[in-house]
């Protein structure tokens, strides 16, 4: 790496730590920092690095001030050096590596519209610099209050937005989406007219995680056999290693997936992981359709994809069962007219 300006170290740290899954309170000071020193005169941030004052803006601590004048002096930061030499997430296998670059898009992540960290634009051009050929933005829902979900007002903004991104950076696409809530009676959480007008939805259970086997069964069955669920996000909501997975019939939600051509989602983050290799190997069994999906929440994280590719190949998942290895029309072709009741 050559030299970087301040706010480029700052931000590549932020990158850093969000693909090594560092603690969000550690990404925010970098953030923080970033923004203080994108707004500051040239002038200022010279003269308070030459004087020691650096500590003196709001935001701005002895690692970051270090960072900053480090960057100034046209010297790498150490911080950043030392991040840069950790390992890139990358395949367990060949046939890993192949899943990987068959990969087109990426169909579950969240912006600043909802619980993200960055914005449309940033996660968008975070994906093209992966070689991705499309994400599917897929914000949260209105129950989901503590993420910010979208109400029907701000998904339409949201739509607008993405409708003047794509035409700024065209041949790459943002399909809209959204992460709907499956409620406790299986219903959707948002208008069945919105959820019409979208490229792609994911579903996926948030609340009332330990409600009994067939009460859940009959939940998730609902949600996967409506006819505008294209993906069944983190089936069972585990958390690792503090949360066990829900409890369903995996035989009869895999069977309604199967029947209504609704995919299963093979979820990267590393606390989900989810499902579980078991299920995993029942829902291929089953005839299902995959989305391998990273649910980035920040830039670094969308290079996740390993963390799916890994698991689909070690049981055999062929890749042309993953819908994500088609291109953006054909994603939104099968999201248009896969059988429903």
């Not at 937005?161 to 409620?183: C, H, K, Q, S």
């Not at 979208?198 to 009332?208: I, P, Q």
């Not at 062929?318 to 088609?326: D, L």
Request: contains cysteine; proline residues 6%.
């Amino acid at each position: 790496m050559g030299a970087v300006t301040p706010v480029e170290a700052l931000e590549r740290i932020v990158y850093l730590l969000d693909r090594a899954h560092a603690p969000s309170y550690r990404v925010r000071a970098f953030l923080n920092a970033a923004r203080v020193v994108a707004q500051l005169d040239p002038a200022e941030l010279a003269e308070r690095a030459a004087t020691g004052r650096l500590t003196e803006l709001p935001g701005i601590g002895d690692v970051t001030a270090g960072v900053i004048t480090e960057a100034l002096a046209g010297q790498v930061p150490s911080y950043l050096a030392k991040l840069d030499e950790r390992d890139e997430p990358g395949p367990g296998s060949p046939e890993s590596a192949a899943l990987r670059a068959a990969l087109k898009g990426d169909c579950h992540l969240h912006s600043t519209w909802s619980d993200g960290g960055a914005d449309i634009r940033t996660m968008a051009t975070a994906a093209m610099a992966l070689g991705h050929e499309y994400i599917v933005l897929t914000d949260h829902s209105p129950r989901l209050t503590v993420a910010h979900g979208l109400d029907r007002e701000r998904l339409e903004q949201q739509l607008e937005e993405v409708a003047e991104l794509n035409a700024e950076l065209a041949p790459f696409r943002i399909l809209t989406g959204i992460e709907v809530d499956i409620f406790e009676d299986g219903a959707l959480d948002a208008d069945e007219d919105m959820l019409e007008r979208l490229d792609v939805v994911v579903a996926s259970v948030h609340a009332k995680l330990r409600m009994d086997e067939r009460a859940m069964t009959e939940r998730m069955v609902l949600a996967v056999s409506s006819p505008h669920v294209d993906i069944l996000g983190h089936c069972t909501g585990r958390l690792l290693p503090k949360r066990p997975p829900s409890r369903f019939d995996a035989e009869l939600v895999f069977a309604a997936c199967a029947r209504f051509d609704t995919a299963v989602e093979i979820n990267c983050r590393p606390e989900r992981l989810d499902p579980p290799t078991a299920l995993l190997r029942q829902a291929m069994e089953a005839g299902c359709r995959f989305a391998i999906d990273t649910d980035a929440h920040a830039p670094g994280q969308l290079e996740w994809l390993y963390h799916g590719t890994d698991r689909a190949a070690a049981v055999g998942l062929p890749p042309e069962r993953v819908v994500n290895t088609w291109g953006a029309d054909d994603l939104v072709a099968w999201t248009e007219d896969h059988p429903r009741w």
